[in-house]
């Protein structure tokens, strides 16, 4: 379960980015998380993250109070989170084989495992015959398999998404999103940032829409 | 995974990024290699020089004189403990009728002494002493006290070059520890500025490792372990090429030696001292990696 409880986020000197917000996503759903450019999007996840710090109110994710977690502590949390972001932040000096393993070097997995369950994650992104290929040699597209492959190979509690489908087209975007429709269905909780808005449309699924740092529609609050 | 895994696989990236870049790496380590044989090469030349000072121990003579009624026994118990007294190197009695004939050779006074009928010189023992072995006060101390002993009359030293001497070796040690340390931050900081360029190379990885959940641990070790390789590797070129010094300067001092009617062999590192200096080199590597990377991840996990 993710729980934002009056939760703002503010820079000094800066405006709010994210006033008072209220949002619940229940463990194992799928919700999308729109608005347009500076709404406050890219924050929440950031915060989801931990890689800001809440300003006022109280953030809990899966019993685990993020807003308090303590410095030490914040690798072990990110262990149960897989990211994907925009610019899929692969290393380009790195086959794809090594930059999926490091999620799983980082938790401390043996060889072995890190063979078969990077092998598996590819296979899932249909990149099995790609597995050393360096990331310069891919498409945008299967660039960002690269980076799903990586962000769900250690089958992490929660899957954020920063605008995965920013960079691609129509019928690439469409391949992406429902990898991750995929993968919620298989219980993961998602939360996908998007301003797509034929997709959010197509999929169907609860919306979580920011303008200025607030959530816009009350009823789509709690997915 | 087991921690010596995590830690095998840290020691094989960390090769494998040096190994990557060969030059990098060997100009690192001769730097820190040429860095470290300075002050350990001056710390071996110090020591030679104290031993080779050690040999001009008849430069240390002590002549203590006996009373004219000194008895025999006086004497076997006056030599029994000079012999047993620190830093005593030889001790030669000269009887009485000895020293006349020495002082007759030596002086060619033959004629004056028969004037005088009767042997006029004492007894005495000359001790040879090694300078370095005490202070110069407590070689004083040392010579007072057998001043006192029964049997002497008197003690005739001549220590003040012994002091002089011990107060010159003094200075090149503080000298040599001065330039030790300030070496020793040198090589601190060319291995830190080296990791710092490794880290900057590598920012994208360490961002993403962070992003994905590595602890500054994982992320800190193949660093930690790059400066351990190289200041360990830089050790052991320093100890090959002190001792490479030593063997091209060996001739020219066995000539020198030979001028003396001498011979001196130079002392190079013991293995202990080689393995020190390689543990020592090691970690002054692994502190300059420690800097750069604690630095670097203070500022990535703030």
Known sequence: MIEFINVTKHYPGRHHVLRELNLKLPTGQMALLTGPSGAGKSTLLKLLLRLEDVSHGTLMVNGVDVSTLKKRHIPAYRRRIGVVFQDHKLLMDRDVFSNVALTLQVSGVNAKQIQSRVRAALEKVGLGNRIHNMPATLSGGEQQRVGIARAIVHTPEILLADEPTGNLDGSLSTEILDMFRDFHQHGTTVLVATHDQAQVERLGLPVFHLEQGMLQNSQEKSA | ?302
């Open chain 2, 1 to 302: 995974m087991s921690a010596i895994h995590i830690r095998l696989e840290a020691a094989q990236n960390a090769l494998h990024t040096l190994v990557k870049q060969p030059l990098a790496t060997l100009m690192t380590i001769f730097a820190l290699a040429i860095v470290l044989a300075l002050p350990v090469g001056l710390f071996a030349a110090l020591n030679n020089l104290q031993q080779l000072l050690g040999q001009w121990r008849d430069q240390a003579q002590i002549s203590l004189f006996l009373h004219q009624d000194a008895t025999e026994q006086d004497v076997q118990q006056l030599q029994k403990q000079l012999q047993s007294s620190t830093g005593v190197v030889n001790v030669r009695y000269v009887g009485k009728s000895a020293a006349l004939q020495e002082f007759e050779k030596n002086a060619g006074m033959t004629a004056a002494i028969k004037i005088l009928g009767e042997n006029p010189l004492p007894a005495s023992f000359i001790v040879e002493l090694n300078p370095l072995s005490e202070s110069p006060a407590a070689l004083q101390a040392q010579i007072q006290s057998w001043a006192r002993l029964p049997g002497v009359a008197s003690a005739q030293s001549d220590l003040h070059w012994v002091a002089r001497l011990q107060a010159i070796l003094a200075l090149g040690k503080t000298a040599v520890w001065i330039l030790a340390i300030m070496l020793a931050v040198g090589a601190i900081l060319v291995m830190g500025n080296t990791i710092r360029l490794h880290i900057a190379q590598r920012r994208d990885e360490i961002d993403i490792a962070s992003l994905v959940g590595a602890t500054r641990a994982f992320i800190r070790r193949p660093f930690l372990y790059q400066g351990l390789i190289q200041g360990a590797i830089a050790g052991v070129l320093a100890w090959i090429i002190i001792a490479i010094t030593i063997a091209i300067l060996q001739g020219p001092v066995d000539r020198l030696a030979t001028l003396y009617g001498t011979r001196f062999e130079l002392l190079g590192l013991t293995g202990l001292e080689g393995l020190i200096l390689i543990a020592i080199s090691a970690i002054l590597g692994w502190l300059g990696s420690r800097l750069a990377v604690g630095q670097h991840l203070d500022h990535t996990f703030s």
